[in-house]
Structure formats: structure tokens, C-alpha cells
């Protein structure tokens, strides 16, 4: 099994390939195609404006690929849930919460953990994919998106209600919302992705 540093250098070493082939070839210059290609896929997404915003700047290295617009989205997702997992852990560990806060707080970062573990391994299917496996592994891609979602959106429920007011429920709540849309987000280019197969 791949570890995410894997996933991550192989992700990157993938963009950058692209890129230096786009640009001996000349085709740099044609990311205004590949701007539009992000634009129109993302408005089929649940949050277009999110979606455009955070993978337009890779439009180089995406171009016109399908495949490697739901890798960006995956990556982009993890990248948010890893750093909204790592703040959640810091304000569990603040001073001043009820005890409900606590637990919910507690619960909320074993869940984004969770979806961490989840995208990373979504991101390792796609990229076992081949035109033999390929419903399989998407599905299995697929599969593990959604449950990442799932725990996202459960971290959410533990702060829902009147008796969870105030700070804590805010900053939780803005930034597991972001994760959730970006992940939300993912998923629909995967969606996409499979069904142009």
C-alpha cells in the first residue's frame, strides 16, 4: 500500500511531467482551454465557485484530462481536511469548553482523521487505474470519497443544536464546512470522470 508521501510525490511528480511536456510542445499558452475545461466541470459541481477557485491554478497541469481534475480535487480536499484535522486537534486541547464541547470537539477530530485516511486512499485507487480495472477501482474511489464525507458531515452533527452556541461551534463549523464542500466537490469530478469512461 502506498503511504500519502508516496501519493504525494508521485501527484507531483505527475503535474510536473505534464507541465514540462506542455511546455516543450508549445502548448502552455492553451491554458485558457484548460481554464474553461475547469470552469465548465466545476459548474456541475454542488460549490462551483469553490471548485474553480481552487483548482484553476492548476490548469496547466490539468489541461483537458478528466482523470487528472478529480486528482487535483482529491488533492486539494485532503489538503484541506489534513489542516482543518490538525486545528480541530489544537482547539480540543483549549481551555474554557463545556464538557459537551469537549466530547463533541474529541469526536469531531477522530472523524476528520478519518476522512484524511479516506481521501488518501481514494487518491491511491485512482491511481491504480487501468482500462481492465477500471470500474472497480472507481468505484472503489467513489466509495471511499463518499465515506469521507460521511465523517465530515458526522463531525458537523455533534455540534448541531441550541445548547452548542457560540465560538467553538462557529470555528468548527466554518472550517468542517469548507472540508465538506471541497470533498462534496471531489466527488463530483469523479462522478464526471466515470461517466465519460
Known amino acids: 500500500m502506498m503511504t500519502w508521501r508516496a501519493i504525494s510525490a508521485l501527484a507531483t511528480l505527475t503535474a510536473a511531467l505534464i507541465f514540462s511536456g506542455c511546455e516543450s510542445r508549445g502548448v502552455a499558452g492553451g491554458s485558457k482551454q484548460s481554464t474553461e475545461f475547469i470552469r465548465t466541470s466545476c459548474s456541475a459541481t454542488a460549490y462551483p465557485s469553490l471548485c474553480y477557485t481552487s483548482l484553476s491554478a492548476h490548469?496547466?497541469?490539468?489541461q483537458q484530462n478528466p482523470k487528472l481534475l478529480a486528482n487535483a480535487a482529491l488533492s486539494a480536499s485532503l489538503d484541506t481536511a489534513a489542516s482543518a484535522s490538525a486545528d480541530m486537534a489544537k482547539l480540543s486541547r483549549a481551555a474554557g469548553m463545556t464538557h459537551r464541547e469537549v466530547g463533541a470537539m474529541r469526536d469531531c477530530v477522530e472523524e476528520l482523521a478519518d476522512s484524511v485516511d479516506q481521501i488518501k486512499k481514494s487518491m491511491a485507487e485512482m491511481e491504480r487505474i487501468t482500462p481492465s480495472n477500471f470500474e472497480?477501482?472507481?468505484?472503489?474511489?467513489?466509495?471511499?470519497?463518499?465515506?469521507?464525507?460521511?465523517?465530515?458531515?458526522?463531525?458537523?452533527?455533534?455540534?448541531?443544536?441550541?445548547?452548542m452556541a457560540g465560538g467553538v461551534k462557529t470555528a468548527v463549523r466554518g472550517k468542517v464546512v469548507n472540508v465538506a464542500h471541497m470533498t462534496s466537490n471531489a466527488l463530483s469530478l469523479i462522478n464526471n470522470y466515470a461517466t465519460l469512461h
Open 59 to 62: 490548469a496547466a497541469a490539468i
Open 136 to 163: 472497480a477501482v472507481i468505484s472503489d474511489a467513489q466509495t471511499w470519497v463518499s465515506a469521507a464525507l460521511t465523517d465530515e458531515d458526522t463531525c458537523m452533527d455533534g455540534f448541531a443544536g441550541k445548547t
